[in-house]
C-alpha cells in the first residue's frame, strides 16, 4: 500500500492465512464516509474512542476496513458493509497509538465460505496510519 510519500508492505507465511495491509494519511474525512461505508456498530466504536483519537476516527476506521477487505481478497469490490469491525482496544497518546481487535467478514467479501473472523491492528503515527488484517487459514 501506498500514500502520501510512504510505503507499508507485510508477508506472512502461506500456510498461516491471508493478509491485507493499508496505509493512510491523518486527515480530516467527512462525516458522509462514516455515513456511507460503516455499519452501525462501528458508528458507535468511534464514540468510545479516547477524546484525543475522536478527530482520526474516520480516517482509522477506514485504514483498518481496506486492510480487512483486503485480507479477504476483494479489497472495495464489495459493500463495506460486508466487512464488520467488532471491537478495538487502544493504547497511546495523542499522535501516536497501537489499535488491536477484531472483524467479521460476511457476504460477497466472505466468499462460499460463510462468515469469517479477522484478527486486526493498527499502528497510527502522525502523520500515517498503518493497519494490518490477517484471516487465519481454514477459514474459507
Known amino acids: 500500500s501506498h500514500r502520501g510519500g510512504a510505503v507499508a508492505a ?3 507465511p502461506l500456510p498461516a ?3 491485507g495491509i ?3 494519511v491523518m486527515e480530516r474525512r ?5 455515513d456511507d461505508h460503516f455499519t452501525r456498530g462501528e458508528a458507535v466504536l468511534t ?4 477524546v484525543r483519537w475522536r478527530l482520526h476516527a474516520i480516517p482509522l476506521l477506514w485504514s483498518l476496513k481496506e486492510a480487512i477487505l483486503k485480507a479477504a481478497g476483494v479489497g472495495l469490490s464489495v459493500p463495506t458493509g460486508d466487512a464488520e ?3 478495538l482496544a487502544w493504547t497511546g497518546e495523542a499522535g501516536s497509538a497501537e489499535i488491536r481487535g477484531s472483524a467479521e467478514i460476511r457476504g460477497g467479501a466472505a466468499g462460499h465460505g460463510g462468515p469469517r473472523t ?5 499502528m497510527a503515527r502522525a502523520p500515517h496510519i498503518v493497519s494490518l488484517a490477517v484471516v487465519r487459514a481454514g477459514q474459507g
Open 17 to 19: 492465512g491471508k493478509v
Open 118 to 122: 479477522a484478527s486486526i491492528a493498527c
Open 10 to 12: 507485510a508477508l506472512l
Open 30 to 34: 467527512t462525516r458522509a464516509l462514516l
Open 47 to 50: 464514540g468510545g474512542l479516547p
Open 85 to 87: 469491525i467488532l471491537d
Open 22 to 24: 493499508d496505509l493512510e
